[in-house]
């Protein structure tokens, strides 16, 4: 589907002062929209025509523009970052819609995210888990050579894959039981898979699990959604490696604990 003239849409947009107050969809006219705008360029005009009457601008996150940064997502139609597989929403475009459509924008809802005003989203949950174990350790100094430390082609070919995770937030959003494990997982097996990350590996695991554990996502059942939302396309592999390397590492401290007699 795409549309080379420019489009008339109806926007139902979710308001929401803060997190104490109640939100409700409020809706919007987007005239003359050309196909080759961005989603956000689209919103942005909607922006200008709101300060003009003096009326309260529409807050969603964005920084790079690029995909690349992670800060841009909600929900479009209730898909994560909106109907293009593999993108995101900053590099979502209006001829991917049709004209006369209207089109629904909402929040990420999970209890983990709480909403801060409109489409916006406190992810510092993301922070946190990261905080917990995503960091390696390195002798001060000049940086070593790049080429100084071997690693087989698959693994850095497969760390790479995990870590284009850019941590927006969609995998949660989409899954039914709002679960984070494919966030956690990409960033647990990025950093396994290379000798970087061989230092705190069991910890890593052990510690970026807990804290996950103890934030308000709920469980994974394996259902796929998050991959499958992904605007970054991460693979439901790195769950089993994240389960992998919480086992190993749990059975490793208690063999540390008991030394070695586990009968
Ligand atoms: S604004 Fe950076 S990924 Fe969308």
């Known amino acids: 589907m795409e549309n080379k003239k420019n489009l008339n849409l109806t926007l139902k947009i979710w308001r929401q002062k803060n997190n104490q107050s109640k ?11 050309s196909p080759d705008a961005s989603f956000l360029e689209m919103v942005d005009v909607i922006n200008e025509s709101l300060v003009v009457k003096g009326e309260e601008t529409i807050a969603f996150d964005h920084d790079c523009r690029e995909g690349i940064c992670g800060s841009c997502g909600f929900m479009i139609d209730g898909n994560a970052h909106g109907p293009q597989k593999g993108t995101t929403v900053c590099q979502l475009h209006m001829r991917n819609f049709s004209d006369g459509q209207t089109v629904t924008l909402e929040p990420w809802r999970a209890e983990a995210f709480p909403i801060i005003k409109d489409l916006m989203v406190d992810r510092s949950a993301f922070d946190r888990i990261i905080k917990a174990g995503g960091y390696i350790s390195a002798n001060t100094g ?27 937030g969609a995998c949660v959003a989409s899954c039914k039981n709002a679960s984070a494990a494919l966030f956690t997982s990409a960033k647990i097996t990025h950093l396994a898979l ?55 590492a749990s059975w490793t401290k208690k063999e540390a604990v008991h030394g070695g007699d586990m009968a």
């Open 142 to 168: 000049g940086a070593p050579d790049a080429n100084a430390v071997p690693i087989p082609k698959y693994d850095a070919d497969e760390a790479f894959l995990s870590a284009a995770c850019i941590g927006c």
């Open 23 to 33: 939100g409700e969809f409020k809706t919007y006219d987007a005239p003359n929209v």
């Open 194 to 248: 290379l000798p970087q990350g061989a230092v705190e590996k069991d910890q890593r695991a052990l510690d970026m699990v807990a804290q996950m554990d103890s934030e308000q996502f709920g469980a994974c059942t394996s259902t796929g959604t998050c991959s499958a939302s992904c605007p970054k396309e991460i693979s439901l592999i790195n769950i089993a490696k994240m389960n992998r390397e919480y086992l190993r």
